[in-house]
Structures are given as C-alpha cells and as structure tokens.
C-alpha cells in the first residue's frame, strides 16, 4: 500500500528560478510489527521513525497472523536526484543495521536515537527476513502534457504494451473537436487509462464454485448471491440469456482493492487536472456530449456502465456509502471452497459497486454532488473509503494538521506546482514499477539493491 505522503510548500525553487518535478519511493519489507506489552499498536500508515535525510519508517498492512503491521521505509518527496539517491543509501544502512542479528525481535523507544535518526514510538519489531527484501514503489509528479508519454513507458516497461492498442482504438471512437491542447490529450489519456481498469470485469475475480479460485493471504471469495446488482454483471459477462441469473455468484477480492486495479494509481484527482486545462480546453469538454467525450456508445450505455462494477474491500468507517452509492455497506465472511478451513476466515466490510460512468464524469466536470459538490470526482476517494476535510482540499497534507491514517491515498492530492504557473502537475504512484523489465523480484530487492530502484526510475519514468 501507497504511503508516501507530499509535504508542503509545493514547488521547490531552485538557481536560475523555475521549479523542478518531485518524485519519492517506498520499500515494504516483510519485517514486522508486534505487539508489545503496555505500548500501543503500531498499526497501518502510522509513521514509526523519522531519519533528517528525508526518511521515515512506517508501518503497512500485514496478513501476518500475530503481526500489527508490517515495515516500510518511505521517502520524502525530493526535487532532485542526488537527495534521493542518500535517503535510499540511509535506508539501506538502517536495514543492514537491523539485520545484523539475523531474525530475532528488537525492542525500541519513543524518543531514543538509532542511526541518526529517532524513534518516535515505542514498539517491537520482529526480523522475519534479515535481507530486506523490499516491494518499491515510485510516485512522481507528471505534466499533464507529458502524460502519454508517462502511460506508454507505464505500460510498454511493465508488460501491458497491448494496451496501448485498445487505448487508440477507444480514442478513435470519440469525437473531439480540433484545436485542443497536449494538455487535454494528457488528460483525456489520464481520464482513459482510469477507466480501462475501473470498468473491466475479468473473469478471474467471478469464481466457479465447482471448480473455486483458492484464495490466499490477500484474496478472499465472498458470496453476492444475495446481491441482485453483482448477480445482472455476473450474468451479462458470462453472456446469459436476459431471463437468466447464475445459480451462485462468488466474487474474488483483493485486500488492496480497488487500487489493486491500477497500473498507475492516481493521487491527484480528476476534477483538479480538468480545471488545470487551459479554459478553451474545459469549455470544449464541458460542452460535449459524454458519448464524444470520453464514453463511446459502442462501450455500453454510460448510465448502465459502471466504475468498480464488482465488490471491492473498504473502510468500515467511512459513513457516506448509501448517499453515494444507493448501497449501503455490507459485512461478510469469506466464502471457502469445500475442504479448505480457515482458524480465522476473514470479515471484510465491502462496496457493491461504485458510480455509473456518467456519474463519474459530470463529478470530473463539476464536482461530486453526492458529497455536496465536493470539489472532488466520485472516485477520489472512492464510496467505502474516507476523503480528506473538505477544508484542506486545495493544498497537500500537513502532517501537522492531518492523520494520514484517516484518509484514502487515490485521489487525495490536488495538482502540483510544474516548471511555470500555469503548468500543473499530476501526481501518479507507479503501483506496477515492481513489473518494470528491469526491476527484480521481491525476494532479489535485497537492502544492498535498492539503489536499483533510483536507477530503474531516473532512467525511465522521470519527467525532467
């Protein structure tokens, strides 16, 4: 899960003015957080340590039995390459630094010094893989100009190059006008690309009870039988008569879901690229129809089309779901296939399904109505996940002021200062980057590799 979180003031100035694109990595070990007798949990995106080179260690979600969360190292947002590059060279000497005593638990306070950096709570961590073998992530801020250019190196590195061909296709179909700026074609990719994964239905995630899908620490079977909207898209994939509905409709969810979607998750909401446009680019796009816009007719009705069709895992505290969805939250126990038991089968709280794609749009254009206009699209944070203050909306996280426990990454940040004032930039997290040619795999990602993940970006994803 994506942690990293922007800090103001937006922008870095550098020598001869201007400004330049920050960027920022993750690393998520399999070490562990656990309990520790009269101290508090460390639980998800709660920050642990703090290092002046610009890193922090922080606890993600874990599916480990007995563990709390498990150890991230996170990065700043940094303006330049060379910071960037000391601050994973810091990270890799605090994991050598763990490690020394192979696996083991270590014991550490709040306020103590380790490494040059200091503990800001108390806890237990537990050294389950003294290599430190790491998921990386990178988000960057993206012009919007340049964002085809950004989705073509996304998808063409990390094995989607086909997709490229459907997003022609579709683009095609639409009808715009001449005369719009490389910006609104980035933003026509942006709004695409978000789609093309939002809307799909594969058949991987609609399990045949006679022949089940057995899930695993990160995706669970749920039971929607019962749901008379997931049973109609569960019918019409697997193309049933009109009168038909399937016998049983067993739904695959992943923990991470629905960013778990995403090539390239985005952080910066639609509706804020869409008034980054120059103002002839949103008044041709204001004025046309949804059809020529972006949702062709022959992709299916935008009314009857849906963004998140399928169940997807949420926040049990979020309280708008039914003024959003028509749905209320629902609460179940994984289903198991027959002869598979469970010590302790999971409960997730889950979302039907999210907005129609027509829903979706006019919130890109205008705001979200469903949360009174929020100047937000529908899926930023998606129904079942919690938003910022709508106070705090125009600006990045204060860490300060706001608990980035309490709110949903997708979405949450507004666009970002660029090289010249009226070239905002969208921040994008490359949820995909450990599939990059060139990245290796999780267990290879060892503490001495991580300058890898520096190289593998810079080389191919950096905007500059």
């Not at 923990?255 to 103002?279: C, E, G, I, V």
């Amino acid at each position: 899960m994506f942690v990293l979180l922007w800090a103001t003031p937006r922008g870095c100035a550098v020598a001869g003015g201007g400004s330049r694109f920050l960027f920022g990595f993750e690393l998520q070990t399999q070490n562990v957080f656990v309990p520790r007798s009269g101290v508090a949990d460390i639980g998800e995106r709660e920050v642990v340590y703090r290092h002046p080179v610009g890193l922090t260690l922080e606890g993600d979600e874990t599916h480990l039995l007995g563990a709390t969360s498990e150890l991230e190292f996170v990065t700043k947002p940094f303006a330049d390459e060379a910071s960037a590059r000391a601050a994973l060279t810091v990270a890799a000497r605090i994991a050598a630094k763990l490690a020394e005593g192979g696996p083991r638990d270590i014991a550490f306070d709040q306020n103590t010094a380790f490494e040059g950096g200091t503990w800001l709570r108390s806890g237990t961590l537990r050294i389950t893989d003294p290599t430190f073998g790491a998921q990386a992530q990178a988000t960057v801020g993206i012009p919007l100009a340049k964002l085809p250019t950004f989705f073509r190196a996304v998808l063409t590195r990390t094995g989607h190059a086909g997709h490229l061909d459907d997003l022609e296709t579709w683009s095609k179909l639409l009808e715009w006008p001449s005369g719009p700026s490389p910006k609104a074609l980035g933003f026509r990719w942006a709004c695409q690309l978000f789609l093309f994964a939002a809307t799909a239905v594969p058949l991987s995630r609609l399990v045949d009870p006679a022949k089940p899908t057995m899930p695993d620490v990160t995706n669970k079977i749920f039971d929607f039988t019962d749901a008379a909207f997931t049973q109609d898209v569960h019918a019409v994939t697997l193309k049933l008569p009109a009168d038909e509905v399937p016998a049983q409709t067993l739904v695959l969810v992943n923990a991470d879901s629905p960013k778990s979607a995403f090539l390239a998750l985005h952080r910066t909401d639609f509706h804020a690229m869409y008034q980054a446009l120059p103002r002839f680019d949103r008044d041709l796009l204001a004025a046309l129809d949804i059809t020529a816009a972006i949702w062709p007719p022959e992709y299916g009705g935008p009314d009857h089309r849906f963004v998140f069709p399928l169940p997807y895992r949420a926040d049990p505290l979020a309280t708008d779901v039914v003024a959003r969805t028509g749905s209320p939250l629902v609460e179940k126990t994984e289903w198991l296939p027959r002869g598979v038991t469970a010590d302790h089968p999971a409960r997730w709280s889950l979302v039907t399904h999210g907005p129609s794609v027509r829903a979706w749009w006019t919130s890109v254009l205008h705001g979200d109505e469903a949360r009174h206009n929020l100047a937000k699209d529908a899926a930023s944070p998606p129904p079942g996940h919690r938003g910022r203050d709508r106070r705090h909306l125009a600006d990045f996280p204060d860490p300060k002021v706001e608990n980035k426990a309490d709110y949903y990454g997708m979405g949450a940040f507004p666009t970002d200062a660029g090289p010249t004032a009226d070239d905002r930039l969208a921040v994008y997290e490359i949820r995909a980057f450990m599939n990059d040619i060139a990245m290796p795999a999780k267990a290879e990602l060892t503490s001495a590799r991580w300058a890898t993940v520096a190289d593998v970006f810079f080389t191919h994803y950096f905007p500059g």
